[in-house]
């Protein structure tokens, strides 16, 4: 096993490698930017190295430099996270070139899936349902109908030169498809500069599903069931669940077989996650596939009681998998809410400055992945996710009050959050009854909004006297809202006496 | 003791409050509310009224936000004053809007939508600022005229920056 | 089910509480000491009510005030966690009288076994092995030395005045005996002016292990398996956990009717302790009763998976248990470390003042039952007991491991704690092993305290180099040892200001 | 460059400092170490020691007691003139204990064990004090006479109340 491993990320999925590094007895070095000298993740660590300025192209993607790094301080493997350097090819293949070794997949793996195309491509060679549709854009009409009723309608015309919406086309019968192609056609034009559109299966009510995955340099490939992600803004996952409410055990077991495949038709070694889309119909289709540990992975972590960056490390090390697919079993169920630094009420506008208060959740079930601290700066420089909420209980319905009781607990002051706003995602009914899919967010958006902004007369009277109370005691000059001497600890007593 | 109306969010309730200090009285109506503050952090209270319990953040930068319980409330506490200058048909809100538009995070500025002289609407977009690997557009919160733009693209700035100011 | 309850206490164990409360649905009404005007527990309430200075007297145990905020309030049931009022039987009564659910057993069992002579003799009819002994303080010596007989050398001489060890005497064989029991009564005569003495059983190597016990109205009395609490200083326990190395399948079942037995016998309700005393040979004898929540509750919690608070309430509004007996189940290691305000370096005065800075460890398995925040001031008022950290793994070993991991990332600055003390026992090899009793810490006090005080070569220099430094910032009057300007949060700048 | 000897638990190594801000080079035998620390709040720092890093807590009021990464260590640094007088047979230590003894923690004074005129040696309990609970015996830090007692039996004192004087 190694002594000594380089973690080349920073914030809390540096500190959640490190944390199980610690336990199995590895020494920890961390690398840190100008920005983040005083971060969470430097003052863990076992040794720290100052690796450029604030901004990530400087200093988290300066691989030259970790590289350097890496070999002054000895250490003998890398574990880049997620994000950053993860799903470098290069990086990868340098660290491996230097000796040390790179605690993910091989760059192979990492080059077919990080490229849409090609991973599909290997997905057609295999038993792996990809979502039906014309790979070339279109450009015979009559053949183009042709594919959309092998199909099956609807179907979904989509621009070949840009995304968000435009150019984008539901077509319910063929008598309506040549006109729908047209109009796609002409608004991707003028949006794109593009006319070009494909044709692919619309899938109804669909779910975003994926499957952890665990290969060992052995020929050993293990799935540890699902995550439910479909509660998303704009393509970014706020709320991540497993088991996931929609997935019955039938389809559990063909979809984690598809999961396996899919990995082992790239020849995958490390943890890695297969993404699905699934449809109403319970239909499902091979998305793409992230050769990294995910943001979400802890949801996984608390049902199986696997802990994945361990098994990433034995596997790294050269160890076959701890777990066969037959002793995976999953107890309970556990829910995820990121955290991010930003401002609901403001169409998520990120939040700088410092943290003036925290109070962090606890407890039975409860468990925090994040890398903040009161008194810390969040910075302008890097992802806004502060951190992660995970609550595991025995039964959803217990899962989901563990979850409100821990977002209501949870006390960042000082910037602003989406501790609220999971908040009011968790309470709705929708889901609370498990029956969303990824609509969820647009569907329910006002919704959502309006509970965020939902006042009773009681806070309205504790807003006006607060407001009231605060400017009287700026006007009177003081800070203490209370005439009682507060005594401070000997070591600030002692810093202000002595600077008197 | 002083009279106030507190709007917030489509909200609207009028109240009198009897102390000045971090004990009040506040009423409202048949109800009588005993309102108790104390400072747990700056800017972060613990308030009880009527023995319910409270964690209040006020953040004085922009200009009566409050925070209760985690919740944000964008709040307007209106006196005496400003209640008789609404009679006169003064819209005490809407002073308020200044035509100074800051940089409300620190960041990178991608981009200027207008140059001085432009006409813009309110909610036209003024300019983006990138932090945090995200694009923000910034809206013209008034109508008016663009007077003056204090960067350039491609600019970093602090926050709080004078980024356009418009009359 | 309830809505609202009233909890009569403060810290830990008031969160603890309220956070089941919450998860159940349920509103929680704080109460508060002057001191406590701002702790943890009055943020996280529904409603808080002042009821006295500082001092318990005036405050937490002045319980004709907590009856009257619990009707003013309209709390249906009081929880009073441990401590202070939870083991009165008057308050237990009162409560009762008032109509309003007090969350523990009835009166009559408290009373039970909170009397020392009460307990042995309820026990005395039934199968509960008790520690054997003379009953009545030794008054001819000759019946005396019959009783040792029957008991079996080595025998115990205790002295009936007072405890500390004085007037103790360990009495291997019976030619000893006679002037063994003269010594004792002139030791215990000269220290208490009471020279009555008893004769009890000497337990060799003797293990402190309990059973956690859960009882409803129904008469359903089930066990939830062992907490191993041999690792005490001066008869407070230090560290727990469960399973206990020591026990095995056989000697828990058998101890495990027992405990069920007692609790039987005196017609127990609610959430209840039985305490053991187990020597080498895994004879095992009742010690006591605890008649309310335990402070180190959470092991159990985590190998088995029941919220204890969850089935208090459940059976204090007359609920049937949620589980039998033979649903228990265990999984998993759970090691609890009590950090306590305390300056384990100077003989563990207490430390009071401001916590300066504050990082609770967190992750996988790490959960943390504290009422501690930065910025809070730790008075003199209450016990010093910050908080417990659990840490939960598979087996034992990863356990002890997470909990180094945790003691190492737990930091809390200001104020003297036993966070390393802690560590110095689970780094112990005796520790490690699992072969320690109740002599773990009269045996090992040298070394572990030598472990806390070990220095290197580079910690001196460390230490060298920040003293210089410290001494330096105070002769140039400057707290910053950056140069940069710190940007803080708008609502800090906003008030620093306004101030000016 | 400043000559230093640090001592602590029975340890002691002589090391050469250069710089004065918060970046050190320390040298001591054939290694040189580079040395730098930040206040991450107000008595703690981080430092990095040829990249190894630690948390540093110091705490002024106890003279010369560090906690580094939580483990509390009772320090001497001792500068070129310390190490001077003493080559000339003063002890620096013995100087620092000084005779007025005062509460280190706050609490209820239950005992004081001499009047003024006693002699007492070292180890000597002092008084008892009580606070969380617990009764906490004082013993005096050096031998001598009581000269003063400032407080009575029964008397609740805050942290730092003087309470005995020895001579």
Known sequence: MFKKILIANRGEIALRVMRTCREMGIEVVAVFSEADRTAPHVLFADEAYHIGPAPSTHSYLNYPKILEVARASGAEAIHPGYGFLSENTDFASEVSKAGIVFIGPPASAIKIMGDKTMARQAMLKTQVPVVPGTEEPIADISRALEVANDIGFPVLIKAAGGGGGKGMRIVNAPDEFEDAVGKAQRESQSAFGDGRVYIEKYLEEPHHIEFQILADTHGNTIHLNERECSIQRRYQKVIEESPSPFIDDDLRTKMGKAAVETAESCKYVGAGTVEFLVDKYRNFYFLEMNTRLQVEHPVTEMVTGVDLVAEQIRIAAGQTLSHKQIDISTTGHAIECRIYAEDAAHDFAPSTGEIVMLQIPDGAGTRFDGAIRQGIEITPYYDPMLGKLICWAHDRESALNRSERALREFYIGGIETTIQFCRSVIKHNTFREGTYDTHFYTNFMDELHADLSATTEEVLLVAGGSLFHHQNQIKHGSHSSSSKKKTRSNWVNAQLGRNK | ??????????????????????????????????????????????????NRSFVVGVCPNEANRVNINGTPINLELLDAVHLHLRELGWDSLKEVKAGLISAQIPGLVTKIFHGAGDEVSEGDPLFLIEAMKMENEIKSPIAGTVKRIGVTEGQTVEKGTNIIEIE
Chains 1, 3 share one sequence.
């Open chain 2, 1 to 50: 003791m002083m009279k106030f109306e507190i709007n917030a969010n489509n909200r609207s309730i009028e109240a009198n409050f009897t102390g000045e200090s971090s004990e009040l009285v506040i009423k409202t109506g048949e109800n009588e509310l005993r309102f108790e503050a104390i400072q747990v952090q700056p800017g972060v209270h613990s308030v009880l009224m009527n």
